[in-house]
Structure formats: structure tokens, C-alpha cells
């Protein structure tokens, strides 16, 4: 029931007339559906305050931009916001081409490792010429250094498998509600991803068809529903601890950069450090520039800057406290 008042609450705040006519039906599937549940008049509904603040944020920023919170409250149909297909990719016609487009290509991962190293490496740099500017001695800087590694590496790798596990647990948390709605009205599961199509452009009686063709294939018929009405790639649901591995060499490679001189024991260990990081993180601008489409130069600029910034104020902060502190 509320996630028929839901499709409702979306209807409403829908401008499309072919979207909003949609909803208007998934509107009345959900509200069969929970007639299935009960003997008799169904019990009296109101909306909880978490769908009433949902609905709220619906009125205010629209469907579209909501999608992803109406995903989380099980709200279905998100997938036709993605639009009409390229060119190139039209929609399937066929059982063996539903989901096919949604295998997109990666750079997730090499991304997230860029950041990651690029943590490290601002981090660490800046550890070691606070450390440093506060005049310890070279085993002080080389311990401190050393300890910095380790404790961001670890931290981030915690952090990044708390995340990937709650993450992947609300997945299939919402995969297995799918399951089991599949598993007890089959045929209106059906009919919710016949009008999703319809509602991206495929003839209403073809997306029929094919819905119809699906549902015989439970398996395919699952996978089908996580990718239309959930957004996701159930073949591709995260792995907490490839997150958490990833994260922790990523860092640690960046921290490592800065603290290669003090390990090999040079005598000019600081200006070296400092020469190899500034090298460091210009290419790692220069690399992330690949994912936001601006120059290499002035990427690996920004980013060298802003990596000189933070170490020039913990050298600074160092050194006031190493004369404060003798």
C-alpha cells in the first residue's frame, strides 16, 4: 500500500503524460497486490513519516532527480528515466536482448584506485613534512611515515568494505523482495516490466510478448526485473573485501611515494621526497583528468597545487609546534 501511494505521490509530480500514465497503473498493480495479502476490506492505511519525507522530496526537486531514494523505497519503473536508448543500442525486441545494454563498460575501479592512491600520496606527504618541519630527527620522520602507511591504508580499507557490505546487503535485500514477488504474482510482475518498456518507447504489445516469454524463465526473468526495475547488474553487486584489498594497496602505494626516500636512508631525504611527490602528483591530476575531460596539463597543475597547499601548511603548523613544544 504505500508503495501504490508512493507511484501515487510520483504520478502527481510526473509532467510526461506517458510516464505519468505509468505510474498510474503500477499505482493500481501495487494496490492489487496488497489486496492479495488480506481476506476481505484491507486495513485502514497511512503513509509512514519516512514515505511522507520521500513524498516531500518528490514535490520538491521531481521524480527524475528523486530516483534514486524512490529505488531505495522500493519504488519501481526508475529504469525508464534513463531515456531513450542511443543509437546503436534499440531497445530489445527479443527475450535474449532485455538487459543486454546495461552491461556497460568499467573504469569504476581504476578511477576509485587513482583516488586512491592520490590519498595516500597528499596524506602521507603531508605527514611527513609536518613531522619534519617540527625538526624531528630522519628515524622520527621514517617511523612517522611508516605509521601514517599503515594506519590510512587500513582505515580506508575498513571503511571502503563497511561500505561495499552494507551497500551490497541492501541489494540483494532488494533483489530478494523481487524473488519473492516474482515467486507469488508472476503474471503482474509481468505486466510492471511490459509497461516499463512500453513507457521507453516499445510497442505495448511486443513488451508484452517478450515480459510474457521471460516469466518462463525464472532465473532470466529475475535477472531481468534487478536490471529494469532496480537499476542493477546482478552479476556486478560489489565485493567487499576487493574493495577493501583495492583500497588498501591504492593508498598505501601513495604513501609510499614520499616515504621512499627516508626508508633508502639518503641524507637529502626530504628535498628528494618532495621532488618525486610533486612528480606524483601532477600525473595523478594528469590521470584524473581522464575521468572529468579537461586537459592533462592543467589537471596535473590543479592538482599539484592544491597538493603543495595542504603540504606547505603542515610543514608550517610543524614548525610553530616544534618551537612551542621546546
Known sequence: ???????????????????RATFEQLAAAA???AASYVEGAPPRFSPSARARVVAAIVGRVGPRRARRVLAAMKVRGMAMYDGPPAPGHAMPTTAEGIGARHRGAGGGTLRAAVFGVNDGLVSNTSLILGVAGAG??????????VAGLL???????????????SQREMFEYQIGQERDELDRYPDE?????????????????????????????RGKMLATLTRE?????????????GAAASSFVAFAAGALIPLAPFAAGLAIALPVALAIAAVALFGVGAALSLFAGRGAVTGG???????????AATYGIGQLLGVGLT
Open 229 to 241: 526495475e532496480l537499476g542493477l547488474d546482478p552479476d556486478d553487486l560489489g565485493s567487499p573485501w
Open 189 to 217: 510482475e509481468a505486466e510492471e516490466l511490459a509497461l516499463i518498456y512500453a513507457a521507453r518507447g516499445v510497442p505495448i504489445a511486443d513488451a508484452r510478448t517478450v515480459a510474457q516469454a521471460l516469466v518462463r524463465d
Open 136 to 145: 624531528a630527527a630522519h628515524p622520527i620522520v621514517l617511523l612517522t611515515g
Open 31 to 33: 494496490e492489487r497486490q
Open 1 to 19: 500500500m504505500e508503495s501504490a501511494w508512493l507511484y501515487g505521490v510520483v504520478a502527481r509530480h510526473e509532467p510526461d503524460p506517458t510516464r
Open 151 to 165: 594506519a590510512g591504508a587500513f582505515s580506508m580499507a575498513a571503511g571502503e568494505y563497511v561500505s561495499m557490505r
Open 301 to 311: 597543475a590543479r592538482m599539484l597545487a592544491i597538493g603543495t597547499a595542504a603540504g
